[in-house]
């Protein structure tokens, strides 16, 4: 057994925990994980304990005060929930056989530790140092991830959804380093690049997480993965942090028991991921980009400033952009603001400056627009080329002029087709909604850099007639 692995074949699980304050482990019967695997890891993980301890079945079983057929039984899987006092006694032999439990300050958690705390889950990247902002999202996820599992055994998933940069994955991590200590079990953390060119497969990331909790022995297949690894964490308290996930599918493997909480992080909704609740996530308010842009370059240097303004203004609050321009400032201590101020004054040339070692917000959009279609993408750049502020969905199938065989887009097909884009846009953190009209449309926004590298892409991919015959077609 790979040290620093909580013994998983200890049967009832907590119940071998002495910690009255936790709940037993759900009955098998009635689970949806196999039991068949769960067996099959308390198995494996008892024979590789075992050999660690360089003793025989007999040797363990003198030890423990049980009989040889016991500790068989367990090993080949015929003995499927051991008795508690059973697991004690195991664990404790094998603990005084040289599996010690790593418990430093001779606490009294005692056998049931993982061995050795170097290797045990605790996956978390760095705190953020100067995050800021964002109380309300902080208060309401912590909130629900302090909350007692739910007694249906249904899993705990949050989901974060926003555009590239908004900061995702800045609130994901903090607040788990804010909650770490209710999950007494550790914290496993991937990056899925959802949004990459190469997703991680979700059968992969299962044997990277079952390797980090001890498992040494991998099925082969998705399924037998996920369900080991619902066994491996059947009635544990480990914090998952899914960050960047492409879709449901990828996550749905990746989802344990209700012990268990998940915090996804992705640039579009989980709309189908069972019992999520999800936080969309909007840029930073005018006074924690402000903050924010004091606590990397200096509070001295933008504090009562207006060029500080205009620097938080032409970031349009997004923290990928502020942190690049805050970075940038810190780098060149003789600048004034309005030095930088002025270069991400004119639109043009604004996603050129927004680029600070390898952070780049050009970069960070253009995973977006790449994960969407081709009538998506024309939908996007088009609607970046209006200069309103907000605009009503109809103005889409103008812009988008009438499909084959019809003369006029605002027919119900062209009506509807622009709907279901607006509607895939705005899943995909592309598109807000600002509001309501008077006579109860919904009106839509797009982020000022984001409409600036939609831009981009319409002169870069659309002539110059096309643009202007769209846009006229909106004023006729
Ligand atoms: N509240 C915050 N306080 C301080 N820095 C932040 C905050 N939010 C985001 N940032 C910084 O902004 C940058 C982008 O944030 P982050 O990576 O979390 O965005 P994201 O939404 O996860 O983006 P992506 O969709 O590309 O994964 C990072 O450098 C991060 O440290
Ligand atoms: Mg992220």
């Not at 912590?142 to 926003?162: D, I, K, Q, Y």
Request: hydrophobic share 40%; with cysteine; glycine share 10%.
């Amino acid at each position: 057994m790979k040290p620093g692995l909580r013994p998983c074949w200890d049967g009832d699980g907590p119940g071998t925990r002495h910690d009255p304050g936790r709940k037993p482990a759900r009955s098998v019967a009635g689970e949806d994980m196999p039991e068949a695997a769960r067996a099959t890891t308390r198995a494996a993980l008892l024979r590789a304990r075992r050999a660690r301890a360089l003793l025989s079945q007999e040797e363990l079983a003198e030890r423990a005060g049980l009989s040889v057929r016991t500790v068989r039984n367990i090993e080949a899987q015929r003995l499927v929930r051991p008795h508690p006092d059973t697991v004690r006694r195991i664990s404790a032999a094998l603990t005084a056989a040289g599996a010690p439990p790593a418990d430093p300050d001779g606490g009294h958690r005692g056998e049931d530790r993982p061995e050795d705390p170097k290797s045990a889950a605790h996956q978390l990247p760095s705190a953020i140092a100067d995050f800021t902002g964002r109380d309300a999202e902080v208060r309401q996820l912590c909130g629900l991830l302090e909350r007692e599992p739910a007694a249906t055994g249904a899993a705990r998933v949050l989901s974060v959804a926003g555009l590239g940069g908004v900061g995702k994955t800045a609130l994901a991590v903090h607040v788990a380093h804010l909650v770490r200590d209710h999950f007494e079990d550790g914290q496993l953390y991937v990056d899925l690049h959802g949004c990459g060119p190469a997703p991680r497969r979700p059968d992969e990331v299962l044997a990277q997480f079952l390797l980090a909790l001890g498992v040494t022995a991998i099925p082969d297949g998705l399924e037998e993965r996920a369900a080991l690894y619902r066994s491996v964490l059947d009635g544990r308290q480990m914090l998952v942090l899914l960050d960047n996930a492409a879709d449901e599918a990828q996550v749905r493997p990746l989802v344990a028991g209700a012990g268990c909480a998940h915090l996804v992080t992705s640039r579009i909704r989980l709309l189908g991921l069972e019992g999520a609740r999800t936080t969309v996530l909007d840029v930073l308010g005018a006074a924690d980009s402000a903050a924010l842009l004091g606590r990397i370059a200096g509070t001295d240097r933008v504090a009562h400033q207006p060029a500080a303004e205009r620097i938080g203004t032409a970031c349009g609050g997004l923290p990928l952009a502020i942190r690049i321009a805050a970075a940038r400032l810190a780098a060149r201590p003789h600048w004034g603001p309005a030095t930088l101020a002025d270069l991400l004054d004119d639109e043009r040339e604004r996603l050129d400056e927004l680029k600070a070692g390898d952070l780049e917000v050009r970069a960070s959009f253009e995973l977006s627009y790449r994960m969407l279609d081709e009538a998506q993408r024309r939908a996007f750049r088009t609607l970046a080329l209006l200069e309103a502020p907000d605009f009503p969905g109809w103005v889409l199938a103008a812009l988008l002029g009438p499909g084959d065989g019809e003369d006029d887009p605002a027919t119900d097909r062209g009506l509807r087709r622009a709907n279901v884009l607006t509607e895939q846009l705005v899943d995909a953190q592309l598109l807000q909604i600002s509001g309501l009209d008077r006579i109860g449309q919904t009106r839509y926004r797009i982020h000022d850099l984001l409409r600036v590298y939609g831009r981009e892409r319409a002169l870069a991919e659309d002539a110059a007639g096309d643009r202007r015959a769209a846009l006229l077609r909106v004023l006729s």
